[in-house]
């Protein structure tokens, strides 16, 4: 019997044991070594801003010395028309962007990285054999177990999309029985673009109910329909805040150094008030 | 009585390790960034093979094979099957879509003698952020330049392409149910933008 009892002790500590594996973090073992040719280098690649995080990196980094207007100044789009090619800034929006570029590096403003942010986006949709632009306004959100996820707020459908009459058995299904699809991050969107193909609904993106109006029930009629099929993104903007300032990024895919997500205009927020 | 004595000792000796799933950590996560990094260059190396037209068939096609295996599973929506795909943008406007089986597939039989791929020295990977499938999420970016030659090596086509790959770092079950929370890594849709015609084509 008591060797009965210290064989079981025996196997019972081996039970947790079981369960001890190798990290799945480790390398694989399919990880081929032949050298793959690698050669480009060109500076852009290393400037270009790539991500929304990398581009808050920068902003809180340029405000955090002194020296940093000059930086500040490198995460605007340096192409754009307003900022005069002389060097000289002599318009409103000059003004601006130099009110803008003091005030933060002055009170070292910080950008959080879980912090408001909007987005509008522009998708190129067929309907009926007929491609329009349909325009969506999102924004991010946070659940409490601190998972990220962009949803709907306002559609603004194409001109020509005619009323439908509402699928409502469809409907009710995609409003109540459809979790939200993870779409955490924003790169081109193509979450929320796969999304609207896979479920044929804007409403597992836009839990909000009032959300949902004229405009919205609209798409939602064609898109249930399956006459209208969302195709790409074909414009991007985000709206980050920055203290008093709310900044709009658009994205620049072109080979300089000045390009990827960069500072496309400002909103100076409560500007009467103060 | 020792069959009640095993059954009790079976049923409570895994009580210590029933605790909720931890949030991964920033160290952990950079890390998983790494880890991304490490995978685009198994995919780098795999699209380089597949397009080589000097290795047999056999190999190219175990090149698609074991690229194919670094992205998310097939998954079932509306009872429609879904799959990961690619996102194709021109500079001249034009975007088109195929599963990632079918554009590997597709390189494989492009019409050229010579295929020269050349990446940039790394992916820049960004900050994975938890999304509401309780699954992490980040992009991974980088750039490659296509070069398409006849026999005698004159550059028939070509391009410089910037890719973003969703990437999926999973919940391994395994370990989650042992109470030793980790990841792993699977890549989702790819978006590949086309920057610039190399000149002259």
Known sequence: MATSMTNLWL?????????LH???????????????????????MNGQIKHVSDFINRFNASTSDNAGGMRMFELFNEDDQRLSVSGRIHDAYGYKVNLFIQTVTEKHTKMPKRGPVTAKIGLKVGYNGTLDTLTVHLRKDYTADSAAYWHVTRVIAPAQLPEEK????????????????????EVSFVPLLRGLDDYQSL??????????????????????????????????????AAGDWEIELSEFIREKENSGWLISDLIEKNAVMK | MMKYIYIFLLLFSGIGRLHAQPEMDQKRLAEFQKLTQQRVNDLQLYISLIADKSLSIEQREQAVELAVSLFEKDYMVNGKRRTPYVQVSRRNGTISSVPVRIYFKNLMN??????????????????????????????????????GMDKKGNLIYGSRDRKDIRVTAQSAAVYAQAGKEDLKIFFGDITVRDTVPIPGF
């Open chain 1, 22 to 44: 190798a990290q799945v973090a480790a390398p694989r073992a399919d990880t081929i070594k032949i050298n793959v040719r690698k050669g480009l280098s060109e500076s852009y």
């Open chain 1, 166 to 185: 509402l699928n409502t058995r469809k409907s009710h299904s995609a409003e109540n029985k459809v979790e939200l699809p993870p779409n955490a991050h």
């Open chain 2, 110 to 147: 492009v019409k050229f003698d010579k295929v020269e791929i050349t990446y940039y020295d790394a992916a820049v990977v960004s900050e994975f952020e938890k999304g509401t499938d309780g699954n992490y999420h980040a992009t991974a970016t980088y750039y490659q330049q296509f070069k």
């Open chain 1, 11 to 19: 196997f019972t500590l081996l039970v947790p044991l079981s369960e």
């Open chain 1, 203 to 240: 409403a597992p993106f836009t839990p909000c109910l009032e959300c949902r109006d004229a405009a919205w029930r609209k798409v939602e009629n064609a898109l249930q329909s399956g006459r209208m099929t969302a195709e790409a993104v074909v414009s991007n903007k985000i709206y980050l």
